[in-house]
């Protein structure tokens, strides 16, 4: 490498220790991370409940687009509720048999956005419907990336006797 790229990938370096730093110094005046989510000092929990958009406001702003949309949105939870039972059922009867380690749900499917006073019932509602639904998503994913590192004929193949 020339002597310039060491120079800017050590700046590079330098910065993102820095910005860590300040972050650290912000979420210690700010907020703490305990084992089930972030907890906020009750300063910032007081500024949060100074903005929340009452329900009226909130429905006033919201485009029409959204409005019509929301609940074709919403119906998707009918399919991802089924999905998650089917998934956990799956996992809960087929790893054990195949000596799979299996996926803690939890690790994925969080309900930490209630902690985010700022939010009105809407906001609350949907930022549980998306942390629920991508968490569920995630979960699948890992379980179905276990079932497929069993399974995979790939690592089953045998080399070509010539």
């Given amino acids: 490498m020339s002597k310039r790229i060491d120079e800017l990938s050590a700046q590079i370096h330098q910065l993102e220790k820095e910005l860590k730093d300040e972050i650290k110094k912000i979420r210690i005046q ?49 399919p991802a509720v089924f999905l998650d039972l089917i998934v956990s059922l799956f996992q809960g009867a087929c790893f054990p048999v195949y000596g799979i380690p299996k996926v803690k749900r939890g690790d994925y499917i969080m ?34 990336g276990r079932t497929e590192q069993y399974w995979c004929p790939i690592k089953h193949a045998q080399a070509l006797k010539i």
């Fill in 111 to 144: 309900f930490d956005r209630k902690h985010l006073a700022y939010l009105n019932l809407i906001e609350r509602a949907n930022c549980l419907y998306c942390g629920y639904f991508n968490g569920l998503m995630a979960y699948v994913t890992e379980v179905a």
């Fill in 30 to 78: 700010t907020y703490e991370i305990r084992e089930k989510g972030i907890h906020f000092t009750e300063e910032i929990r007081a500024r949060h409940r100074e903005q929340v958009m009452h329900l009226g406001q909130y429905l006033r702003r919201s485009k029409l687009k959204h409005l019509l949309t929301a609940p074709v949105i919403w119906l998707c939870i009918f």
